[in-house]
């Protein structure tokens, strides 16, 4: 059973929501980060990101900057920027992207079901990404950044979230990306009741973007247990700031790849490996996107063709059927010699947010071949995890982004 619980937020005052909202901390590279902190005071990305407040060159691992990070959150918390709900809630989170909504239940999540499996995960952590996480949120001893958790479509909790949607929402505004983000507070004991008893009811719920983010912050609480032998387990450190949403509601977009050389072929000797190894035929750019699962396209030598795995060659396993698995597993190894995906350096990935013509100016400019993929299902990811495997890197992408600092649970204790 799944141990979702309603949370005292901390959250922005109604006027300043829409300039606090920022993407997720991970989406931008350091130049990006310092460019859209300076262009936007108020963003929280200068929280998120506190090496920004610094000059350059600053190491962005020092001590001063996880403590710039606090001291800017809770200056914003005494001064009202940012404001304490005086009760428990659940939290509806609405997105609407391209005319397309779905709706999550910001909450948060037990650890221990974490530990215990109960919330599934897709994917393998790196320490030394989850390091700058765990001090980020035991510095401000906060939880800054929701983890996106996915469940199977509930029609009692999907009543309720729609009742919940009639009411004043506290937020409503448009992000500069055209993303409508609205946001209500589930205040009534008995709805939050019936949502707590349903989740109480599932078997598992699932991480489908945040790994590194779930990680540190059960990290943080199990040292916060270590630090306080007496504690009952009901305290905020035992749980994670979440947002929930029914799997038929999500979007994943492609994740696609880039390769920067040929390893040693000319283009033409690469082709001719991909028409031995796939059904291939050269496609106009407006056939370039994959339509269905075993299906991927090539950008080769300022050409498109589609490729479609034979069915001899997909096996009866839940990580290896994956198309990502397929093309790395039938030509990215073998052919082009991408062993680790991870660590090689020869390989790059490109959310589908960007579009196909980025792999197309990629290729005309650092690299050589790029591959078009179509998008992992969700029940793709539900099965992998539900089977205690994980998924090679970088295989899902979604849209739209849950955006950090509307919703803030602190840990103190």
Not at 76 to 94: L, N, R, S, W
Not at 154 to 166: L, S
Not at 378 to 405: C, H, N, Q, Y
């Amino acid at each position: 059973m799944a141990d979702i619980r309603p949370f005292l937020c901390i959250r922005p005052c109604s006027q300043k929501a829409d300039k606090i909202a920022s993407l997720p901390y991970d989406v931008y590279n350091r130049q990006e980060a310092r460019q859209a902190a300076s262009a936007n005071p108020d963003s929280f990305l200068n929280i998120d990101r506190p090496e920004t407040q610094f000059p350059p060159d600053t190491d962005i691992y020092a001590p001063m900057v996880y403590q710039k990070a606090h001291d800017l959150l809770w200056q914003k918390v005494a001064d009202g920027t940012f404001i304490k709900d005086d009760q428990p809630c659940y939290y509806i989170y609405e997105l609407t992207m391209n005319g397309r909504t779905q709706t999550g239940i910001a909450a948060c999540a037990s650890i221990d079901d974490y530990e215990n499996q109960i919330i599934k995960k897709h994917e393998n952590t790196r320490a030394d990404k989850e390091a700058d996480r765990i001090r980020h949120v035991d510095v401000c001893s906060a939880q800054t950044g929701p983890i996106f958790l996915a469940y199977r479509s509930d029609h009692k909790i999907n009543r309720i979230v729609e009742e919940v949607k009639q009411e004043e929402p506290l937020y409503d505004f448009v992000s500069d990306d055209g993303v409508r983000h609205r946001m209500f507070a589930m205040r009534q004991e008995e709805q939050i009741r019936q949502v707590r008893q349903q989740f109480a009811a599932m078997q598992a719920v699932y991480i489908a973007d945040g790994h590194h983010r779930a990680a540190s912050a059960v990290k943080v609480g199990l040292q916060r247990r270590q630090a306080h032998p007496d504690h009952t387990g009901q305290e905020a450190f035992n749980y994670f700031l979440s947002v929930l949403f029914p799997d038929d509601q999500l979007m994943i977009m492609d994740y696609n790849r880039v390769v920067k050389d040929l390893a040693g072929m000319t283009a033409a000797e690469l082709l001719e490996k991909v028409f031995g190894i796939f059904d291939t035929r050269k496609v106009s750019k407006e056939e370039r996107r994959p339509q269905k699962k075993g299906d991927f396209s090539m950008y080769l030598d300022g050409d498109w063709y589609l490729c479609t795995v034979r069915a001899a060659d997909i096996p009866d396993d839940p990580v290896k059927s994956l198309d990502v698995s397929l093309l790395g597993d039938l030509l990215l190894e073998p052919v082009l010699g991408i062993h680790d995906p991870k660590t090689d350096q020869r390989i790059d990935f490109v959310g589908g947010i960007r579009g196909l013509d980025e792999l197309e100016r990629r290729v005309e400019t650092d690299c050589a071949v790029a591959f078009a993929m179509y998008p992992t299902d969700i029940a793709e990811l539900f099965a992998v995890a539900d089977a205690g495997l994980l998924m090679p890197p970088k295989s899902t992408w979604f849209e739209p982004k849950l955006r950090s600092g509307l919703l803030i649970h602190a840990i103190e204790a």
